[in-house]
């Protein structure tokens, strides 16, 4: 699977718009992106995901870019309960199997 | 989604002495599996349970120490043998449902090795 780069941290506003950068540029053709997070202590969430056209959920947004290169994971309103290590991961599309490889992930504080 | 429970959800234990870890799924799930996550790290997975066959280890991973069962779709467990304080993370399990790959974790169990 190809490596991700993510900053280690950043700072939001709640009900700014959080926007989570991460960096692709090894992706092959059939890699999909993934989002996950992890709140303290906790087991972590799945977000999104996509291959190559935006996507947009209840939760988040996913902008990828055209080369496919770097994605965003945009988050609209961000609250304290935002506040969490946002994990950005790339992987192969199986159909079976599903293994994920975390990286260190950005740690994003969201203050008052 | 899978709802995935855990137990123990945390436990102490003595050096030399092994745990065992269960997960359980309420529905049928085809793949499973076993993570790590060691004390302000990140997750490392340690293996992948298949049903009615041997579970597929990640490199630095060996069944002798992290011996798994999975006896069926919606179960499986971990053990952690002959524990030191090293072995003193959080262990989660997690499952890949179809058709869209997603794949859900556990809460997790929280494991001290004194």
């Known amino acids: 699977d190809a490596k991700t780069t993510q900053p280690t941290s950043m700072d939001c506003a709640e009900g700014r718009a959080a926007n989570l950068p991460c960096n692709h540029s090894?992706?092959?053709?059939?890699?999909?992106v993934y989002w996950y997070r992890q709140i303290h202590s906790q087991g972590p969430q799945y977000i999104i995901h996509?291959?190559?056209n935006n996507e947009t959920n209840e939760m988040a947004s996913l902008i990828i870019t055209e080369d496919r290169k770097s994605s965003t994971l945009i988050l609209p309103h961000a609250t304290l309960r935002d506040t969490a290590v946002y994990y950005c991961?790339?992987?192969?599309?199986?159909?079976?199997?599903?293994?994920?490889?975390f990286g260190t992930g950005t740690r994003l504080q969201v203050t008052l | 989604s899978a709802v995935i429970s855990q137990k123990p959800s945390r436990d102490i234990c003595q050096r030399g002495t092994s745990l065992t870890i269960q997960c359980q799924v309420d529905?049928?799930?085809?793949?499973m599996f076993w993570y790590r996550q060691q004390p302000g790290q990140s997750l490392t997975l340690i293996a992948t349970?298949?049903?009615?066959?041997?579970?597929?280890?990640e490199s630095g991973f060996v069944i002798d120490k992290f011996p798994i069962s999975r006896p069926n779709l919606t179960f499986s467990t971990l053990t952690v043998s002959n524990m030191s304080p090293e072995d003193s993370s959080i262990y989660l399990c997690?499952?890949?449902?179809?058709?869209?790959?997603?794949?859900?974790f556990g809460p997790g169990t929280r494991l001290t090795v004194l």
């Open positions: 349970a298949n049903q009615g066959s041997e579970a597929t280890y």
């Open positions: 090894t992706i092959s053709g059939n890699e999909y």
């Open positions: 997690s499952v890949g449902t179809a058709p869209y790959n997603e794949q859900f």
């Open positions: 529905s049928q799930v085809t793949m």
């Open positions: 996509g291959l190559k």
């Open positions: 991961i790339v992987r192969t599309y199986t159909g079976t199997a599903s293994k994920l490889t």
